[in-house]
């Protein structure tokens, strides 16, 4: 992924709240903030009705989640609730549910040329990959969810689907400050990976510019030769919560998941903290049914 930027890249956020608007339970603000020098990212702020509001501490500050997006033209518009797969509404529910959800916009990589806006070429700013510039953007805006009045700062998840499932899992491996992470269709074991029907182990779709071509010019595409894997990440995790959805029929192999969790549960088990960590294999394909994000919702409720 190449090199986390240093303290030579953060700015103030400069927020700006450029549109409201009133639902019966919750706020949803169209936001903007500053990441770095020279860029700019917009997300959808819910912030739920306080009448509403089940999870408040005792100093009335209130959990909050930051809900990433498939890879969809949609992009934030997806998991707030405002068009695209009922399924994939998971901030709007998140916000339901008495969560305040912040919902960013990923506009990194060929698969969001056109989009509205200014996009940001990582490579041309000194990035190895496009996945860290994602990362860098995601914890910029876990500092603007601390700076939200009402949000309870010590207590910070993360929610993804496919593009962000794994977005989700690279965030929490280099920001502790997420407690709780849920992925859904979002990774397998690079062994396991055989997207758009290639063969298991075929990992070159990881390599192009939107995610981190060093796979390609490093590594060869070759899984043996990977530094690291997805099982050591879960790993780390530990005791942070962790909930994995994982169809039997998605692109992301089952079977890869259930390694990945196989593998990480001695170093939660190791301290006591098995029941944080779960997965569930929906009979579906690349999907995040009813059923199992109702499971998601539990287990972030129960800690979170």
């Not at 700019?40 to 009335?60: C, E, F, H, M």
């Amino acid at each position: 992924m190449g090199e986390m930027p240093g303290g030579e890249r953060r700015v103030p956020l400069e927020a700006s709240v450029l549109a409201v608007e009133e639902r019966p339970a919750f706020s949803r603000q169209l936001v903007s903030f500053a990441t770095e020098p020279g860029d700019r990212i917009q997300a959808y702020l819910l912030i739920p009705r306080w009448p509403r509001v089940t999870k408040k501490a005792s100093n009335g500050q209130t959990p909050a989640l930051l809900c990433l997006h498939q890879t969809t033209m949609l992009r934030k518009a997806e998991p707030a609730g405002l068009d695209g797969q009922k399924n994939l509404h998971y901030g709007a529910e998140l916000a339901e549910r008495g969560y305040v959800a912040l919902c960013p916009d990923y506009s990194l990589g060929p698969s969001f040329a056109g989009c509205e806006g200014t996009l940001f070429d990582p490579y041309a700013n000194g990035y190895a990959s496009a996945t860290m510039k994602g990362i860098w953007n995601h914890r910029a805006a876990l500092d603007f969810l601390q700076a939200v009045p009402i949000v309870d700062s010590e207590r910070l998840g993360v929610i993804g689907h496919s593009l962000g499932g794994h977005n989700a899992i690279f965030l929490a491996a280099f920001d502790e400050r997420v407690t709780a992470i849920v992925s859904s269709c979002g990774f397998t074991t690079w062994a396991k990976n055989s997207a758009d029907g290639r063969r298991e182990g075929d990992i070159s779709d990881w390599s192009h510019s939107g995610y981190m071509p060093r796979i390609r010019t490093a590594y060869a595409c070759d899984a043996a030769r990977m530094p690291f894997d997805f099982p050591d990440i879960i790993s780390s995790f530990a005791p942070r919560a962790f909930f994995a959805n994982a169809p039997i029929h998605d692109s992301f192999s089952a079977d890869g998941v259930r390694d990945c969790l196989v593998a990480a549960r001695p170093a939660y088990a190791s301290i006591g903290a098995g029941q944080r960590l779960q997965a569930v294999y929906p009979d579906c394909a690349h999907d995040f049914p009813p059923s199992e994000r109702e499971a998601a919702y539990l287990f972030i409720d129960r800690w979170l």
